[in-house]
């Protein structure tokens, strides 16, 4: 089924990343990840890794080599502006997550009630896995045209729905959970819900990269400013990579 970002709330972008560029980000994660396992970095910095399972953008300078993190940010910021038109990266909203303990799947939520984005509103989430996801290891599930409907309630104490509640305000048959493969995004609004797929099994491994992008004029501003990294050009919207997908 093909999705449209604007009716549906989100779209599949196949090979989002080229292979090399998947290459390269699979292995600035992992090893990441590897340096937190050998009990490197600072107390606050393993708190969110031990608890939720991810390291922040912002931190990722803290895990590897800093001009590498850097190349990370600046290679997310030209994708997401090749792919959504003119855009702004959030760098400290965004995070690389690995999933390894199945409690600590995330349940239904928007990114706008429960992840703090509303600030940036109108925002996209690119969620890149970097493990093919959808059958073994366990895709993003989302509720299809919620985002129309969550955009007129109020926050919620905690940011999550159940499952009961979201069975009762939307039909089964708009629940999806694409299969992906390692380069492809999928793409949603922070308005649309979504939670971990769930799977009939307790083992998970699976890493993944979710990217808060603004379209909010104020950050638009920002990123084509002085505040773009020394030495850096700030991305330029290219001949756009199957746009129409994401419309
Ligand atoms: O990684 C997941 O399973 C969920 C991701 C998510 O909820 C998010 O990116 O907001």
């Known amino acids: 089924m093909r999705l449209r970002l604007q009716t549906d709330g989100a779209a599949i972008v196949r090979g989002f990343l080229s292979d090399q560029e998947f290459g390269r980000i699979a292995e600035m994660a992992g090893n990441g990840f590897a340096f937190l396992e050998a009990g490197g970095g600072d107390a606050s910095l393993r708190e969110t890794w031990i608890s939720v399972g991810t390291i922040w953008l912002t931190n990722l300078e803290h895990c590897v080599a800093p001009e590498l993190a850097l190349d990370l940010v600046t290679l997310l910021s030209r994708e997401a502006t090749r792919t959504l038109g003119l855009s702004h990266l959030v760098v400290n909203m965004c995070s690389i997550r690995r999933l390894t303990d199945w409690h600590k799947r995330l349940e239904w939520h928007t990114d706008y009630h429960g992840g703090g984005t509303h600030p940036y509103d ?72 979504h939670r971990t797929q769930p799977l009939d099994r307790e083992m998970v491994s699976r890493m993944s990269i979710e990217c808060r992008v603004t379209r909010h004029p104020a950050y638009l501003v920002l990123s084509h ?3 773009w990294p020394a030495g850096k050009s700030p ?13």
């Open 225 to 227: 400013s002085s505040s």
């Open 122 to 193: 109108p925002l996209f989430n690119i969620w890149l896995p970097l493990t093919a996801v959808g059958r073994e290891q366990p895709s993003v599930e989302l509720v299809r045209g919620s985002h129309r409907r969550m955009r007129g309630r109020p926050p919620s104490e905690t940011g999550v729905y159940t499952d009961e509640w979201v069975a009762e305000h939307f039909p089964p048959t708009d629940r999806i959970a694409p299969e992906l493969a390692p380069g492809d995004a999928l793409i949603f609004d922070h308005l649309t819900l």
């Open 235 to 247: 991305p330029q919207p290219r001949s756009p990579r199957a746009r129409h997908d994401v419309q």
